[in-house]
C-alpha cells in the first residue's frame, strides 16, 4: 500500500474517530446536564446544554423545511465535489470530509432532536460543538489549500 493512501486512510479514520466525539459528546450533553446545570474550566471555558434551533452561530431561523432542503443540497454539492476530487487533491479531500462529516452530525440532531446540540462555551465565541470545529477545520484546510499564501522574493 502507498504510504499516500496508506496516510489517507488513516486521516478519515481519525475524522471518523472526531464524528463519534462529537455524537458521543452531544448523547453526554443531553442526558446529563440540565437546562440550568454547567461545568466551568480555567473561568473561561464552560461547558452548558444548549439546543439550538436556528441556524449557523444560533442565527434565528424558524423554516425546518427550507433549511433541510438546503442543508440536503449543500451536502450532495460538497459529496459531489468530493467524488470530483478523490483522485486530484488529498487535501482538499480532507477539508471536504471534515466538512460533510460535521454537516451529517448537526443534521442527524436537527432531525432526532428537532436542534442542533450545542455545549461548548469559551464566552468570546458562539456556543458550539464538536461538529462545527469539524467545519470550520475543514473550510480553513479548503481556503489555505485552494488559496495557498504565496511566498515574496526579497528584494536585495
Same mark, same amino acid.
Given at each position: 500500500?502507498?504510504?499516500?493512501?496508506?496516510?489517507?486512510?488513516?486521516?478519515? #479514520?481519525?475524522?471518523?474517530?472526531?464524528?463519534? =466525539?462529537? *455524537?458521543?459528546?452531544?448523547?453526554?450533553? =443531553?442526558?446529563?446536564?440540565?437546562?440550568?446545570?454547567?461545568?466551568? %474550566?480555567?473561568?473561561?471555558? *464552560?461547558?452548558?446544554?444548549?439546543?439550538?434551533?436556528? &441556524? /449557523?452561530?444560533?442565527?434565528?431561523?424558524?423554516?425546518?423545511? $427550507?433549511?433541510?432542503?438546503? &442543508?440536503? !443540497? +449543500?451536502?450532495?454539492?460538497?459529496?459531489?465535489?468530493?467524488?470530483?476530487?478523490?483522485?486530484?487533491?488529498?487535501?482538499? !479531500?480532507?477539508?471536504?470530509? +471534515? @466538512? !460533510?462529516?460535521?454537516? &451529517?452530525?448537526?443534521?442527524?440532531? *436537527?432531525?432526532?432532536?428537532? /436542534?442542533?446540540?450545542?455545549?461548548?462555551?469559551? *464566552?468570546?465565541?458562539? !456556543? %458550539?460543538? %464538536?461538529?462545527? +470545529?469539524?467545519?470550520?477545520?475543514?473550510?480553513?484546510?479548503?481556503?489555505?489549500? #485552494? %488559496?495557498? @499564501?504565496?511566498?515574496?522574493?526579497? $528584494?536585495?
Amino acid at each position: 500500500m502507498k504510504k499516500t493512501t496508506k496516510n489517507f486512510i488513516l486521516i478519515n #479514520l481519525g475524522i471518523f474517530f472526531l464524528f463519534l =466525539v462529537d *455524537r458521543f459528546s452531544k448523547w453526554y450533553a =443531553v442526558s446529563f446536564l440540565g437546562e440550568e446545570q454547567h461545568y466551568v %474550566f480555567l473561568k473561561f471555558f *464552560r461547558i452548558k446544554l444548549y439546543l439550538n434551533e436556528g &441556524i /449557523a452561530f444560533s442565527v434565528s431561523f424558524y423554516q425546518p423545511l $427550507i433549511y433541510l432542503i438546503n &442543508i440536503s !443540497i +449543500l451536502l450532495i454539492l460538497f459529496a459531489f465535489l468530493r467524488k470530483e476530487y478523490l483522485n486530484k487533491n488529498k487535501t482538499a !479531500i480532507v477539508g471536504l470530509t +471534515l @466538512i !460533510i462529516v460535521g454537516a &451529517i452530525s448537526n443534521l442527524l440532531d *436537527r432531525l432526532v432532536q428537532g /436542534a442542533v446540540i450545542d455545549f461548548i462555551n469559551l *464566552r468570546v465565541l458562539p !456556543i %458550539f460543538n %464538536f461538529a462545527d +470545529l469539524m467545519i470550520v477545520s475543514g473550510v480553513f484546510v479548503l481556503v489555505f489549500k #485552494l %488559496f495557498p @499564501i504565496k511566498q515574496h522574493e526579497k $528584494i536585495h
